[in-house]
């Protein structure tokens, strides 16, 4: 089981959205491209945002969109700090 759940990173991916506009993350399927993004750039030598102790990169990425360190923007999910 993924923790934090698929429910709770689109909580807080779409926390910061505006009353009226459409949220950011509609589907499982729009997490799992975020993190898996922002884990091969982790693979590729950038630098976490988070201190986590965990090696894998994957719950990294999961770890630094949980606590808000990376956002989605847009239609095509492209990460930024």
């Known amino acids: 089981m993924l923790h934090p759940s698929y429910t709770d990173l689109m909580n807080v991916v779409n926390s910061e959205v505006e009353p009226g506009e459409d949220p950011v993350v509609n589907s499982r399927y729009s997490i ?21 102790n965990c090696p894998k990169p994957l719950s990294i990425a999961v770890e630094e969109l949980n606590k808000s360190k990376v956002k989605i923007v847009g239609d095509e999910d492209t990460l930024v700090d």
């Not at 491209?33 to 986590?52: E, H, N």
């Open 32 to 52: 799992v491209l975020a993190t898996s993004k922002r884990a091969r750039q982790i693979i590729s030598g950038s630098k976490p945002f988070v201190s986590c």
